[in-house]
């Protein structure tokens, strides 16, 4: 069983950056896609980024896209989402979650495994 705990949120001024983190207990992320996932208020939840483990291939939405960076530490099996330029239709609670490949690519869907959330909020 994966358990996922992600720490880092908080409020922040528009512009500004927030680091967060995931980290997993009771097995290591080999074989296993992570992805970080938000959800706003009265929204759908959305993918942000995800990373392949095995391959280090990263995928990121295109609202994100050369902002936000996905990144991972093989020795603390923590899963990271730096988010730069931020902006206030970032502000979300934001999940992290993995699954299970064999592949090389990095799916929006299909995430077994997720974490409990932390809130994100960026003031204009």
């Known amino acids: 069983q994966v358990q996922l705990v992600e720490s880092g949120g908080g409020l922040v001024q528009a512009g ?8 997993a207990s ?3 992320f080999s ?24 391959t280090d291939s ?10 936000f960076t996905i990144s991972e530490d093989n020795v603390k099996n923590t899963v990271y989402l730096q988010m730069n330029s931020l902006k206030p239709e970032d502000t979300a609670v934001y999940y992290c ?27 204009s």
Not at 35 to 53: D, L, T
Not at 110 to 120: F, I, L, P, R, S
């Open 16 to 23: 500004g950056s927030l680091r967060l983190s995931c980290a």
């Open 58 to 67: 990263t995928y990121y939405a295109d609202s994100v896209k050369g902002r």
């Open 31 to 54: 074989g296993y896609v992570m992805g970080w996932f938000r959800q706003a208020p009265g929204k759908e939840r959305e993918f942000v980024a995800g990373i392949n483990w095995n």
């Open 97 to 123: 979650a993995a699954q299970r490949t064999t592949g090389w690519s990095v799916p929006e869907t299909g995430y077994d495994y997720w974490g409990q959330g932390t809130q994100v909020t960026v003031s």
């Open 26 to 28: 009771g097995r290591t």
